[in-house]
């Protein structure tokens, strides 16, 4: 995971900033003959509540920490993420800003899209708490006891479990796709790996999504390990997913490194947010294809590619 820890200092400096911050909105919205007006901030729970007081500790910062969000100024939070918390409070209090120490939803921040783990989420050890911590508020927000025999150990597993789930995030397709050239000596037939299992998760609930691909290619002049076909269809799946994209993102990544004459690729699913919740209808699969080049424009070679599909 492309993480990032915080030290106390480094929390301190990005702190400073913000307290500067708060105090140029101070200045806008509060009397300028009152030089002691503060500022009323609510704290975001859990992460919004030691930067607010850290930032009341702040001699020059004009902001005092309130107990309720409707009697607050301004919401003070550590983190602003998928900007989901923003959104709430926002539509709840229109006329509140909402202010925190990092906002990865700003692309030229060196947090972006980084795990970031403050020095109150770690133990004595520098040990990162906080994913753990995600999973027993979900047990406990579910009704469940984290504490009993049976769950002591499920959020460290959970947080392994989705880490194997999520690796296709760490891995590329140019390193998968090692091309032999010419080492098709003049080979210009279709190649199919077909049947490849395939795991994944909808990006809408979570859910599990499992079936199989079929992957084709007429080479041109180029050909792959046929592994790596299998390990390309894995690492496009463990990502969050639909379907689809699934889909044309493993057929883009075969035509844009093997430069073959045709592709095609076709995923036969099941997916549990259909099955296990919603309509909770079982058996049935989800089919796509994608398809480019000589496979999508011949009509023999598409005949062949579906042919081989089903």
């Not at 689809?244 to 844009?256: C, G, K, S, V």
Request: proline share 5%; net charge negative.
């Amino acid at each position: 995971m492309n993480k990032i820890k915080l030290t106390h200092s480094q929390v301190g400096e990005i702190a400073a900033v913000m307290a500067d911050s708060i105090n140029r909105y101070a200045a806008t919205v509060l009397p300028s003959n009152a030089s002691n007006a503060c500022l009323k901030a609510y704290p975001i729970p859990r992460g919004g509540v030691p930067v607010a007081y850290m930032l009341a500790t702040f001699n020059h910062c004009r902001m005092v920490v309130v107990d309720t969000p409707e009697e607050a100024d301004i919401f003070i939070d550590d983190l602003i993420d998928s900007g989901a918390t923003v959104e709430r409070y926002g539509d709840a209090y229109p006329d509140k800003l909402f202010f925190a120490l990092i906002d990865k939803r700003n692309p030229s921040t060196s947090f972006f899209r980084k795990w970031v783990v403050f020095p109150w989420e770690v133990d004595d050890q520098n040990n990162d708490h906080s994913m753990t911590d995600n999973i027993v508020r979900l047990l406990e927000n579910i009704g469940e006891n984290p504490n009993r025999g049976g769950l002591r150990e499920t959020p460290a597993r959970v947080v392994k479990a989705w880490q194997h789930w999520t690796s296709g995030y760490t891995k590329n397709a140019a390193d998968i796709l090692k091309v032999f050239d010419d080492g098709a000596e003049n080979y210009d037939q279709m190649v199919t790996v077909k049947d490849i299992p395939i795991y994944s998760h909808c990006e809408h609930h979570l859910a599990p999504i499992f079936g199989t691909c079929t992957i084709s290619y007429i080479p041109n002049g180029k050909i792959v390990g046929l592994s790596k076909l299998s390990r390309l269809a894995d690492m496009f799946a463990r990502r969050l997913q639909v379907q689809e994209r699934l889909t044309n993102q493993i057929a883009d990544a075969i035509m844009e490194n093997l430069q073959p004459l045709g592709v095609g690729v076709t995923i036969k699913a099941r997916h549990m947010c259909m099955e296990s919740r919603g309509i909770c209808q079982q058996g049935h699969h989800t089919i796509t294809t994608a398809l480019s080049g000589k496979i999508k424009e011949d009509d023999r070679a598409r005949s062949e590619f579906l042919q081989a599909s089903f």
